[in-house]
């Protein structure tokens, strides 16, 4: 700071959290004060057994106090005193936000590999297969007694291949041409598969939306220990980072970080405001230093572009710093207790703090891939259609075998006869004929063995249309007006 003096009326030059710290120590302690700056602007570190900066005016008693951003460590604390911390701080870093653009890949961020994987090998393949194997196994689908060599009806196909395609199109929505299945547990298994899809679109456009807008982006290092950081040449490109020489950061890393000291000197800036700037203009990419400091001045950045990440290192406090033995420090220590205590420091803190940029405007928020445990309630889903339709295909044949020819005989013209006509099943033996005929009517045979087969079904319906006139002659004997034919 350049020289200011107090008089009755003004202040010159400075103001700030520590001036108005140091007026309110004036105020309590009744002292005056003047502010000079130290002559070779350095905070104070120990070069070859000699101190330089502010510690340098401590030591050789050129000054009574320092009140400033002074980081207390273990080796200041060797050759100046202390006062409590009245604020804490560590070393930090701050990068800037940069628009970043769409990734290629952007499509597939939505979900992470494990829930892809799961998806493509697991849910389709599930889905496509109990879908073939219930209606293979169904008895009014397709028919599992047929040989492989021979074709089923043309009213009816349905392969694997074909199963797959249904899959894929009710997955995606497309509107395609698809063969659904015939049998009942099939086309149940085939609505859960489109609940399935419904929900896994659902959640994939919701999550996309973010991906696919342009975001910012920056270098989210996770400390100062982080591998891109502690070990610069390791990682290809590298990052280019710094700090200010001669300050507490740069003699912690000095101590700690030799690689890493050494290959940021490079890039290291004469101050604070430098450093913040360097980064505001890619400069560099990273700026270590005092955390506080920092915090402070992103919260000024009026377009919010600055931000600091990952953990502090070194966790220490700012101290009122004087000569050995100082007359002064047990009260400056007393009035500091005080102040924390009452809450003026904190409600200088927030004052000063506190800028344009909150803290919770600068906060990154991203969408991040979904894991499994998100998506897990789907599969579930997926899972539980399965099994159910499982117990709808063995209730299925159980009806068919045993339940069919009892409601025939008993709900004649019915409810269960409506519904059966509905589901395209006939209860009675008419229909059943009308049935066979459809299939010899539309099937067009041209193995052999398909012909013996087609031979006996005519033989079997000649049989059955013989039996339907011997009955109703017997019906118009004994007086009973045969139903009229269903027309085809």
Known sequence: MSQAHRNGSYYQCCSGFCIDLLQKFSEELGFTYELVRVEDGKWGTNENGKWNGLIADLVNRKTDMVLTSLMINAEREAVVDFSVPYMETGIAIVVAKRTGIISPTAFLEPFDTASWMLVGVVAIQAATFTIFLFEWLSPSGFNMKLSFNQSPSPSHRFSLFRTYWLVWAVLFQAAVHVDSPRGFTARFMTNVWAMFAVVFLAIYTANLAAFMITREEFFEFSGIDDSRLSRPYSHKPTIKFGTIPYSHTDS????????????????????????????LNAEIDAFIYDGT?????????????LLTVGSWY???GYGLAFPRNSKYLKMFNKRLLDFRENGDLERLRRYWMTG??????????????????????????????????????????LYFKYIRKHLAKTDRGGCCALISLSMGKSLTFRGAVYEAQDILRNHRCRDPICDTHLWKVKRELDIAQMRIKQLEKEMEIHGIKPPPPCKR
């Open 314 to 316: 070194a966790m220490t």
């Open 293 to 305: 400091v920092l915090d402070y001045l992103t919260s000024q950045d009026e377009d919010c572009r």
């Open 252 to 279: 912690t890393l000095a101590k700690y970080f030799k690689e890493m000291h050494a290959y940021m000197r490079q890039f290291n800036k004469t101050s604070v405001e430098q450093g913040v700037a360097a980064v």
């Open 356 to 397: 344009v940029c909150k803290p919770g405007k600068q906060e990154h928020k991203s969408s991040d891939p979904l894991a499994l445990e998100q998506f897990l309630s789907a599969f579930l889903l997926l899972m539980a259609g399965i099994l159910l339709a499982a117990l709808l295909l063995l209730l299925e044949h």
